[in-house]
């Protein structure tokens, strides 16, 4: 499959620097990338430098890029991404032409939809999520066969058929919103027949070069370009953080509590899950603090302290070891009672931002599988500090 060749292909390239893997790189996707910077700049020697940008943070980002990235995914976001920072910078004027162009367009009444569609296409794809984004690439962008497209997402073919027709039907509705309506059909197939165009010849071996140059020999418009697009990137991460953060409170009611399938059974106002969140996630770990230092005020007896070696712990000059080794145990799993509770937070917006709610289940059982684990560990190491005591020197 074509996947697998282009993470083989990458691989190649970053771990024995292969001029050739990297070029077959670029000539594969070239197209693609070339024709999202003409739809956003309609200037062909604009989209080239673009075009030369995207394969240069390509050969920058290269070595970190997962083994599982869904190459031809990745290509589309940058390119759509060094588009925006282009037009930001430098080209005000030309993308205020541009928009006037764009409402000429849509206020004209041609059977052809694609010069309505062409200049919202870009905006509208990256409304969709990230696996949508996807396998809209995949299936209309790339022309593969839906068997491909599921086998790259890594579901089954039916699941990305559905993926993939829900995706589409996304894009549709956010077309209606901006005035241009027409049927899933008729999109599908002006995407498949117009969106990818054929770049000038030479330019993949150009964009080859300069990205294998890292950039040394591009033009410094082309360097600046590279700099604010990868600026924009730690950008957007630095701030989804605020976006998961509100996510929840944007919503009157909040899916609180879910069944073993996911399926919300329970809902709360948004003030009400704020107070129980803090109290939980802050609450419970201080109280676990507590106990752990309290231990010290409580009667030595055999009743307080069931711990291995009593008589050889007990005496006065080793209790404060043994307070140690409580606090210690108790702060343990305060801190991964905080850490849970946070991830179950999180869950929790994640599960609210689909349409129905919809909570990971196996995720969270399998959080707190290791939450109890760790626990049973650090309790082994206390129970067998107190267990060798005695035999200590």
């Known amino acids: 499959m074509q996947e697998l060749d282009d993470n083989a292909l990458l691989r190649e390239y970053v771990d024995g620097n292969s001029e050739e893997a990297f070029a077959a790189l670029v000539k594969r996707h070239v197209n693609k990338v070339y024709s999202v910077a003409l739809r956003h700049t309609r200037n062909s020697h604009q989209a080239e430098e673009i075009t030369h940008s995207v394969f240069v943070i390509l050969a920058q980002k290269s070595r970190t890029l997962g083994r599982t990235v869904i190459l031809s995914g990745w290509l589309y976001r940058t390119a759509r991404l060094t588009a925006v920072t282009f037009t930001r910078s430098e080209m005000r004027r030309a993308r205020r032409e541009q928009e006037a162009y764009m409402q000429s367009l849509l206020n004209e009444t041609e059977s052809d939809v694609w010069p309505k569609i062409a200049p919202l296409l870009d905006a509208a794809m990256a409304k969709l999520s990230k696996t949508d984004h996807d396998a809209v690439v995949l299936r209309y962008f790339d022309e593969r066969s839906i068997s491909e497209v599921g086998s790259a997402l890594g579901v089954s073919e039916d699941a990305a058929k559905k993926r993939v027709n829900r995706a589409v039907e996304k894009l549709r509705l956010s077309f209606t919103r901006r005035g241009v ?143 140690a080794c409580v606090l210690r145990f108790c702060l343990w799993v305060a801190c991964l009672e905080a850490v849970f509770m946070l991830a179950l937070h999180i869950l929790v917006v994640f599960a609210n931002r689909q349409t129905p709610p919809h909570f990971p289940t196996a995720v969270a059982l399998g959080l707190g599988g290791g939450v109890l684990v760790i626990t049973a560990i650090q309790y082994g190491i206390m129970f067998r500090h107190f267990k060798r005591g005695a035999v200590a020197p």
């Open 181 to 323: 309506v027409l049927p899933s059909a008729v999109l599908i197939t002006a995407i498949s027949t117009n969106s990818v165009q054929a770049a000038p010849v030479t330019l993949a071996k150009t964009a080859t070069t300069v990205a294998l140059a890292k950039g040394s020999v591009a033009l410094s418009s082309t360097l600046a370009l590279v700099q604010g697009t990868m600026k924009m990137t730690w950008l957007k991460a630095a701030t989804m953080a605020a976006v998961i953060a509100n996510a929840v409170l944007s919503q009157q009611r909040i899916a609180t509590h879910f069944d073993i399938h996911g399926n919300p059974n329970g809902w709360m106002t948004r003030s009400k899950y704020a107070w129980v969140s803090i109290v939980v996630s802050v609450g419970l770990p201080l109280l676990l603090a507590a106990i752990g230092y309290g231990v010290r005020f409580l009667p030595v007896n055999r009743f307080t302290f069931k711990i291995p070696n009593r008589d050889y712990w007990l005496v006065p000059e080793r209790r404060g070891e043994v307070y």
